[in-house]
């Protein structure tokens, strides 16, 4: 016989059956009381009377299964109806088919911790657990110095109450999202991303939150408090910005609601302190150090007396942090010797600090820079990326030094890879502070040609955080203490110095970071000398650099600014390494997807480009567009291969048919052709004159043509220009259409904001989705296993479960209209074009962006991915809008001189045969 558990609305009744007895959970009257209603068991050839243990009551609290006799004991002792009570057969069926998305959308851990090691917490656990569950507050905090333990406690504290809650979000403010954001994240997951556009104000995205607060009991934990607190100032300051997380705690412990937010912090909310009470709803709890952590010490290999443990615990004050990093120099110095290293007089720190300082004073220059670098990332890396970064360490003496701070207690394993604990991060980020402005003001620079305070190359959210958490601050001090001539002044002679340094010794990259740092202090570049010095990791998207001088500098990892704009297309390639985009300008132009570095660019039409594609092998390029044409390129030369004409209207699209030399290409015409590749001559002509027909897809065999016009879907063999089948869009426009993978699906989106999927077969409607009315779908595209659907609208991308219809997640791009997106083949990525001449990289996981390219003008029509990179590529990068004045650089990697002049032409020289052999043009002359 299976096990039983309580339904959800079950397990309300049981909740609530159990609060109007006023006994806690843990009592022994509940099990002698369930004892009764149990039959007598046989032991032997003896009947005993049954026996309740205090886990198996506690599970069926929590709605977990119990064995049939104990389930309806219970409930005969709750004085409930069990077959009232308990999840029916259907509900069991439902919940195993459905079992991965309800745990998907009952828990959103985002970045909480895992908790190897948990030491006893069994009062605060007790005690916090009544707060949440019996007294049902709506506002807690625990709060303690850092390195306490709180976040390990509330991760604890959330497991233990899962039963109690039908939602568990945790998010991290460490990296200071605004209040903005975690509520939109919040809304989004507590409707099931069916609400996304939300009021304007403040207030009332509030209200929108206590309402879901309100329908549904959630346990909403926000961890990492300080850091929306300022530093330096009285406590309970908000950063400049930050002030609404007051009023979402406010309303949060005010409003009438059925769910809790738990918030962990070093320093008290001022809305907390005024509304906290023993017996109110908002409750404070300072937590304090452990009183016992043999768990700890053991796990990191110490053992002693039990008085000298105790000793020792209380030395710390319990701080379970300080307890991981001292036993390394106990083992080290003290042969593991606890009373020997409590003897020595070494260990009395004022707090955290003065111990992480003493700490840190003993790491070696190899760990010193590697817990540096950790600092920088800001999020998880792995070893190989610290090897890539690190200048002047070894492969193998990077992973000696990580080993080394991993037995120091200075640095945590995830499955993301390596990164710091909050404290030691946020100790590790105010030294690096502290010493980029000590070498700025003496002018004596060390870290900052060893380390890259921000890296152009990481994903945007990263290197925005760097630029908060890092430069700003800098950047800030050198503005408060000193005035704007004399910071030019001095990063001039700074400048100069490095200069005439690189002819002797490297300077890494000093000159990235300068660049970056001149930017953040809003400093006119005209005229800045930075020629002969490497450039590393420099951002310059949207910068102007009128008659800056790179002559002979050779750049690594530096974003620039491209001439893009309106993106109307994006395709992936197998193994996504380049992207292609093309558009108003008429030149393709390829990345690397990796780093967001422009690698090649070439001039393919006169007119807009609509659409490119790569070949399966990826060794051609299909491009069509407003002059009529189609043409093919060479992907590793950029050798216009053929021109294919005959349209006489736009075209439109062009598809290579897999596994034949074939394609495809439809225009405004009203005409599909297919191509020989080999001939590059037109083999058949596909002709629909009855009407105008607005969008065209292709099936992955290339046997079938599905078009749409005005107000049908028709699809057509291609060989026999047959129309096989009509769907009926009910006289609404048809704007894109896609196939399936295995070519069996059909979808398609319209005017009215709607996404309508066919069986190709019988044409039966499987499923119509109504999107939120923003405007028109311009693309659609299916994920590789063909279960999931991307659209884009006019400011937003989301992607649909197409079994269940539901929308699995939503990216906002806001102000622009989107014009193409694209799905990587591994379903992780997506790339989107829009008209703000923006092309951005999304994780499809996280919902985050990874990369942006960005530009100035012009309107880009489509972009695509090469599945094999060209590694010979060497790419020379100018950036203005305008060429400001006659300039002259050369390559540091190749034999190429390029200059510049009024004409706004761009010439490459040679410089050995003194011959012109490329001259580009589409600057604006001056």
Not at 92 to 111: F, R
Not at 385 to 395: K, M, W
Not at 648 to 669: E, N, P, Q
């Amino acid at each position: 016989m299976r096990s039983l558990k309580s339904s959800p609305k079950g397990l309300r009744q049981i909740r609530e059956a159990r609060e109007s007895r006023e006994l806690a959970i843990d009592r022994e009257e509940w099990l002698e009381e369930a004892s009764n209603f149990i039959p007598p068991v046989k032991n032997g050839k003896n009947v005993v009377p049954a026996t309740v243990s205090i886990g198996t009551w506690k599970r069926f609290l929590q709605g977990k299964p119990v064995k049939p006799p104990y389930f309806k004991a219970f409930c005969q002792v709750l004085q409930l109806n069990w077959e009232e009570v308990v999840e029916t057969e259907d509900e069991v069926e439902s919940a195993k088919n459905k079992d991965e998305s309800l745990s998907i959308s009952k828990y959103d851990w985002n970045a909480a911790p895992d908790i190897p090691i948990f030491s006893e917490r069994s009062k605060e656990l007790h005690t916090l657990k009544q707060w949440l569950t019996d007294d049902k507050c709506r506002l807690v905090t625990i709060l303690a110095m850092g390195g306490v333990g709180k976040t390990t406690l509330a991760k604890k504290l959330a497991q233990e109450v899962d039963g109690e809650f039908d939602y568990i979000i945790w998010r991290s403010l460490r990296e200071a999202p605004t209040v903005e954001k975690i509520i939109a994240d919040v809304v989004r997951f507590l409707s099931q991303q069916q609400e996304v556009d939300l009021p304007e104000t403040l207030g009332d995205k509030i209200t929108r939150l206590i309402h879901y607060l309100n329908t549904s009991r959630c346990l909403l934990i926000l961890d990492n408090g300080e850091s929306i607190l300022q530093g330096g100032a009285s406590t309970g300051c908000y950063l400049q910005g930050y002030a609404g997380y007051g009023e979402l705690f406010r309303n949060v412990g005010e409003s009438q609601h059925q769910s809790c937010l738990l918030l962990t912090s070093r320093e008290q909310f001022p809305e907390v302190r005024r509304f906290a009470g023993e017996s109110l709803p908002v409750r404070v709890w300072e937590l304090a150090g452990l009183e016992s952590a043999s768990e700890i010490l053991t796990a990191r290999g110490i053992s002693g007396s039990a008085e000298d443990i105790k000793d020792l615990v209380k030395h710390y004050h319990g701080n379970p942090l300080a307890l991981q990093i001292v036993p390394a120099t106990i083992k080290k110095l003290f042969n593991g010797n606890i009373r020997a290293f409590l003897n020595s007089g070494t260990t009395v720190f004022d707090d955290i600090d003065d111990l992480l300082t003493q700490q840190f004073q003993r790491l070696s220059k190899p760990e010193q820079s590697l817990i540096y670098w950790l600092a920088i990332h800001r999020q998880p890396v792995w070893e190989s990326d610290l090897v890539e970064s690190v200048l002047g360490l070894s492969p193998k003496e990077v992973r000696e030094g990580l080993n080394s701070l991993s037995r120091r207690c200075l640095i945590q394993s995830t499955h993301e890879g390596l990164t710091l604990q909050n404290v030691v991060m946020e100790y590790i980020s105010e030294i690096l502070i502290r010493k980029v402005i000590h070498e700025l003001e003496s002018c004596e620079l060390d870290i900052l040609k060893t380390h890259a305070i921000i890296q152009a190359s990481a994903p945007d959210f990263i290197r925005e955080n760097q630029i908060q958490v890092l430069l700003k601050p800098v950047a800030e001090y050198l503005c408060k203490n000193q005035t704007q001539k004399v910071i030019e002044h001095k990063f001039r002679l700074i400048v100069e110095k490095l200069r005439t340094e690189q002819l002797e010794t490297p300077v890494g990259y000093a000159g990235g970071n300068l660049i970056n740092l001149l930017i953040q202090l809003q400093v006119n570049l005209t005229g800045y000398d930075f020629s002969r010095l490497p450039i590393s990791q420099a951002y310059l998207q949207g910068v102007e650099l009128p008659q800056v001088n790179f002559s002979d500098c050779s750049f690594d990892k530096t974003v620039f600014s491209q001439s893009l704009g309106s993106i109307f297309s994006v395709n992936f390639s197998p193994d996504q390494k380049l992207l292609a985009t093309g558009g108003m300008d008429g030149q393709i132009r390829l990345w690397d997807v990796a780093d967001g570095t422009q690698i090649l660019a070439w001039q393919a039409h006169d007119d807009w480009i609509r659409c490119v594609a790569f070949s399966p092998d990826g060794k051609l390029i299909a491009s069509c567009g407003n002059d009529h044409t189609v043409r093919i390129w060479d992907s590793q030369t950029t050798k216009c291969l053929k021109i294919l004409r005959g349209h006489t209207d736009w075209v439109w699209s062009v598809y290579f048919v897999l596994g034949k030399r074939l394609i495809i290409s439809a225009s405004s015409d009203r005409t599909a052709k297919v191509w020989s590749l080999d001939l590059g001559v037109c083999v058949y002509t596909f002709h629909e004159p009855d009407r105008e027909v607005w969008s065209f897809a292709f099936s992955n065999d290339g046997k079938t043509l599905a078009t749409g016009g005005a107000d049908s879907v028709k699809l057509w063999n291609v060989w026999t220009n047959q129309c096989m089948k009509t769907f009926d869009e009910s006289s609404t426009r048809v704007r894109t259409l896609a196939f399936s993978p295995d070519c069996k699906t059909l979808v398609g989106s319209s005017d009215n904001q709607s996404i309508t999927a066919w069986d190709v077969k019988t044409g039966k409607c499987l499923r119509s989705i109504k999107t939120a009315p923003t405007g028109a779908i311009w693309a659609v595209k299916f994920s590789s296993d063909g279960k999931t659907v991307m659209s884009c609208g006019t400011d937003k991308i989301q992607l649909w479960n197409l079994e269940n219809g539901e929308p699995q997640i939503t990216l906002h791009e806001p102000h622009h209209r989107i014009r193409s997106l694209a799905y990587s083949p591994d379903q992780k990525m997506i790339a989107v074009g829009s008209d703000d001449q923006l092309v951005r990289l999304w994780d499809t996981q996280t919902g985050k962006p990874i990369r942006t390219l960005q530009g100035y003008s012009n309107r880009i029509w489509t972009v695509a991915v090469n599945p094999i990179p060209n590694n010979n590529v060497e790419t020379l990068y100018i950036t203005s809008p305008h060429i400001a004045s006659p300039h002259i650089a050369s390559s540091h990697i190749a034999s190429i001189l390029a200059s510049g002049s009024d004409d706004g032409k761009i010439r490459l020289w040679n410089p050995a045969t003194g011959e012109c052999f490329d001259i580009l043009t589409g600057l604006k002359p001056r």
